[in-house]
């Protein structure tokens, strides 16, 4: 009779009820469980299965290396890190991206803007958002590529897919027209529908120099600036530090 129920928690695509069959039947009996708690019980793994499982595929998709979390976080690092603690803290509840805010992180290279990004990422991905992780020249360049292959529309609702979308290190390289005219493309498509999570060294009225004209840059900036939140992360790098620290 067991090996019925199996086969048809398989056909049902019940793999943690069929894992776990036997094993649920000796501890309800041990215990003298009424049938019903040992079928909540066996729905309960169920469903804590396919949560780890969405779990581990929200990591997978989002591109991330690392799993970096909040405590490794040095806040006693510079002031600004302090006076803004709670404004972070606040953004590891994950609110801003059912709100459909973006969030703009600006500070010099090493401070932590990336660091920060990856461990918000990481956060959300442990409660199952879906979330892309990538740099502004490797978004441009696939968006260039797939312009030159016709995939173009494809490849711009793939970056529009993620519920949070993380754009690395803007502002290190220029992006030239095209790569100008494709990232707009890709904010505009996301604005006030999905969250985007940028880093950049430059403030807003150096944008210009990143894309290709004045007005691009406004206009990027118009969508990314309304209803985000931006922070500032200042000081010398952190990374300067910890390897002299070494």
């Known amino acids: 009779m067991i090996e019925d129920v199996i086969e048809k928690c398989k056909l049902l695509r019940l793999k943690a009820c069929w894992q776990n069959l036997q094993n649920v039947i000796e501890m309800a009996a041990q215990k003298n469980w009424p049938s019903l708690k040992l079928i909540d019980h066996l729905f309960a793994l169920e469903i804590e299965s396919r949560r780890q499982s969405k779990i581990a595929l929200r990591f997978k998709q989002s591109k991330l290396l690392q799993k970096p979390t909040i405590d490794q976080f040095d806040f006693n690092f510079h002031s600004c890190r302090k006076k803004q603690k709670e404004q972070i803290l606040q953004l590891l509840n994950l609110d801003f991206i059912d709100h459909k805010k973006d969030i703009i992180l600006i500070g010099n290279p090493g401070v932590g803007k990336s660091f920060l990004a ?7 991905t442990q409660q199952g958002i879906k979330v892309l992780f990538t ?26 897919s993620p519920d949070l979308l993380v754009v690395d290190e803007i502002g290190y390289l220029p992006l030239g027209t095209q790569g100008s005219n494709l990232f707009f493309q890709v904010i505009s498509q996301r604005h006030e529908k999905k969250s985007t999570m940028i880093t950049t060294n430059l403030p807003f009225a150096d944008w210009g120099n990143i894309f290709d004209s004045t007005t691009v840059a406004t206009a990027i900036a118009d969508r990314l600036v309304y209803n985000s939140q931006v922070l ?11 390897k002299e620290d070494n």
């Open 118 to 124: 990856k461990i918000i990422a990481y956060a959300a």
């Open 232 to 242: 500032i992360l200042e000081g010398s790098s952190y990374r300067k530090k910890a």
């Open 135 to 160: 740099t502004a020249m490797e978004l441009i360049n696939h968006l260039v590529a797939a312009e030159a292959d016709h995939s173009l529309l494809k490849k711009l609702n793939f970056y529009h």
